[in-house]
């Protein structure tokens, strides 16, 4: 009996390469279907929460792994794919990392922001303390390639980074809160050091710090309310 399993196919660049295109069949869901699987999804998604206050309970890594690898689909410009995840779970380090952003934010909340920044964020209950960092047993810190490097030493830009790494995050945040976890994107400025602290290379630039994790026992957020749809939606 032959071995059957498919061997996944390891990636490399296809700049420069021709257009080949390969058949794509999808299942196509009866409408039924798809309609209760929208509805199921618009039910769960409306229970996501920024979480500040974590447990320090440990998470199932692989969940975070898939979580991520769920974040790696996302489409991409020129399907460079330009991001790298670094799963942060060394308690020296993540506390390196919240020394360094607590060094910015106070900068930031002391003035660096201007009023009409600290106004927006007064509602929210931030601060400079960024206990999370450290309470939860995970950090994944989100770095952006600028370019990628070809074998002879050749730079090659990267297109609609920004874009394309912002669809993966939030592709990551959706994995983790349907997996039963939570999380925070934090955005430190800036943020030079996440690159310097995890050894990064220089084409990469740190995109954000997501603590992931459960809640704590006692965790609290902020009393908010989501546009509806009405107010979002335009139909043409």
Known sequence: MSDTTAVPQQWTPIHGA??????????RIAADESIARAA????????????????SDPVPEQVVKDAIACAATAPSGAHQ????FVLVKDPQVRGL?????????RISYDGRLGEEWLAALRPLGTDAVKAHMTDAPALVVVFQQR??????????????VDESVG???GMLLSALHLSGLAALIHTPSPMRFLREVLDR???EKAFAVIPVGYPADDCQVPGLVRKSLDQVLVEI
């Open 40 to 55: 199921r999804l618009r039910e769960a998604m409306g229970g996501r929460r920024t979480v500040r206050q974590f447990s």
């Open 18 to 27: 021709p257009y080949q295109p390969v058949p794509h069949r999808p299942e």
């Open 147 to 160: 370019y990628w490097v070809g074998e002879d030493g050749t730079r090659h830009k990267h297109y609609y």
């Open 81 to 84: 794919q330009p991001w790298t």
């Open 97 to 105: 990392i919240r020394e360094a952003a607590e060094h910015e934010e």
């Open 201 to 203: 290379p220089e084409n």
């Open 167 to 169: 669809i993966a995050v």
